[in-house]
T-cell receptor, first 110, second 113 residues
Framework: EDQVTQSPEALRLQEGESSSLNCSYTVSGLRGLFWYRQDPGKGPEFLFTLYSAGEEKEKERLKATLTKKESFLHITAPKPEDSATYLCAVQTRRDDKIIFGKGTRLHILP | GAGVSQTPSNKVTEKGKYVELRCDPISGHTALYWYRQSLGQGPEFLIYFQGTGAADDSGLPNDRFFAVRPEGSVSTLKIQRTERGDSAVYLC???????????FGPGTRLLVL
């Protein structure tokens, strides 16, 4: 069964304290892996797409990496405005279905 | 703006009533998705349109749920005989071709009393 698991469920960091969020996946064939940011009461906001193992993407304080089994979202020197829920999703080759994880709630303390 | 829009933003209805939720995708996007999101959960896939046709409706929970996209642009999600368990945020997303990034609307918060 295709599955996406994110960890940790929640993470509290001090401002400037770097860390990583994990997204583990099992799919019959990966078309792409996506990271989204979701603020309370809003729809998910697209961050990155990764297509193959070894690929990396960066945007400001965020960097996403991909292996054959998992992806990491690295957050460097975070600021309070980085507080949000970060969602990981995979798209399967078999039927283009998108499967989301439950997300990691990130809270950056000033 | 050029983003995905959804109406209404909030909908309160009574158990047993019929509701329609509307999604306006980004102009030119051929793929349109509907998701349902409950508190503390990730979005749950409902249905995927490629153009006017439903390419995959395997996520619709039962036959009370139906969606259309008659002209390949705007889509309507229809829920008959609503139940309290249908209460959730209904999200719509579009993508250019069906591969790659999806762009989400703000969602419709449905509350069934």
């Amino acid at each position: 069964e295709d599955q996406v698991t994110q960890s940790p469920e929640a993470l509290r960091l001090q401002e400037g304290e770097s860390s990583s969020l994990n997204c583990s996946y099992t799919v019959s064939g990966l078309r792409g892996l996506f990271w989204y940011r979701q603020d309370p009461g809003k729809g998910p906001e697209f961050l990155f797409t990764l297509y193959s193992a070894g690929e990396e993407k960066e945007k400001e304080r965020l960097k996403a990496t991909l292996t054959k089994k998992e992806s990491f979202l690295h957050i460097t020197a975070p600021k309070p405005e980085d507080s949000a829920t970060y969602l990981c999703a995979v798209q399967t080759r078999r039927d283009d279905k998108i499967i989301f994880g439950k997300g990691t709630r990130l809270h950056i303390l000033p | 703006g050029a983003g995905v829009s959804q109406t209404p933003s909030n909908k309160v209805t009574e158990k047993g009533k019929y509701v329609e939720l509307r999604c306006d995708p980004i102009s030119g996007h051929t793929a349109l998705y509907w998701y349902r999101q409950s508190l503390g959960q990730g979005p749950e896939f409902l249905i995927y349109f490629q153009g006017t046709g439903a390419a995959d409706d395997s996520g619709l929970p039962n036959d009370r749920f139906f969606a259309v996209r008659p002209e390949g642009s705007v889509s309507t999600l229809k829920i008959q005989r609503t139940e309290r368990g249908d209460s959730a945020v209904y999200l719509c997303a579009s993508s250019l071709t069906g591969e790659g990034a999806q762009y989400f609307g703000p969602g419709t918060r449905l509350l069934v009393l």
